[in-house]
C-alpha cells in the first residue's frame, strides 16, 4: 500500500476541519489532538532539537526514513502548540522531501481557519516549526537534526 501524498492528508484533514463549526471548536480539536501526541524521550529534549521562535518551548526530531522520506516526532510544553505539531506530523512525517518542500503549508493552514486565528506569538512559532522541517527537507546531502 502507498503513502498518502501530503495533498491527499491535507484535504483530509480539510475535510476534517470543515465539520468544526466555528474557531472555539477547532482550537478544542487542536488541543485534543495535541494531547494524543506521544511525548519524546527526555534525552531527545535537547538544545539540538529545540525549536528557535517559540514562545513555548518545543522539540522536533526529524530522521530520515526509507529513502529520501523524513519521519517527525515532536513534543511542546503548551497544549495548543501540541495540537500544531500533531497538524504538522500529520502533513509531512513519513512524506518525501521534495513534496515537502514543495507543498504550500501556509495557504493550507489559513484554509482551514488555523493560521488567521493565532496570536503573533504562536504565528511565529508555527512558521519556526514550518521552517525547521523545511529547511531539513532542503538538507539533501546534511545530516538529519535527532
Known amino acids: 500500500m502507498l503513502a498518502m501524498s501530503i495533498t491527499e492528508r491535507a484535504a483530509e484533514i480539510a475535510d476534517e476541519f470543515d465539520f468544526l463549526d466555528d474557531w472555539e471548536v477547532r482550537y478544542a480539536h487542536i488541543i485534543d489532538l495535541g494531547k494524543a501526541n506521544p511525548p519524546l524521550a527526555p534525552e531527545e529534549r535537547h538544545e539540538g532539537t529545540k525549536v528557535r521562535g517559540c514562545a513555548s518551548q518545543v522539540w522536533m526530531v526529524l530522521t530520515p526514513q ?4 523524513l519521519e517527525i ?11 500544531l505539531i ?5 502533513l ?44 531539513t527537507a532542503a538538507a539533501d546531502d546534511q545530516p538529519v537534526r535527532s
Not at 526509507?66 to 522520506?69: E, M, Q, S
Not at 500533531?86 to 500529520?90: A, D, E, T, V
Not at 503549508?105 to 521552517?131: C, E, H, P, W, Y
Open 73 to 83: 516526532r515532536a513534543e511542546s510544553d503548551a497544549m495548543i502548540v501540541s495540537g
Open 86 to 90: 500533531s497538524l504538522l506530523i500529520r
Open 92 to 135: 509531512f512525517s513519513g512524506a518525501e522531501r521534495a513534496e515537502i518542500r514543495s507543498f504550500d503549508a501556509d495557504a493550507f493552514l489559513t484554509k482551514i481557519g488555523v493560521k488567521g486565528a493565532l496570536s503573533a506569538q504562536r504565528s511565529n512559532g508555527l512558521a519556526s516549526m514550518l521552517a525547521r522541517i523545511k529547511e
Open 66 to 69: 526509507d529513502g529520501d522520506r
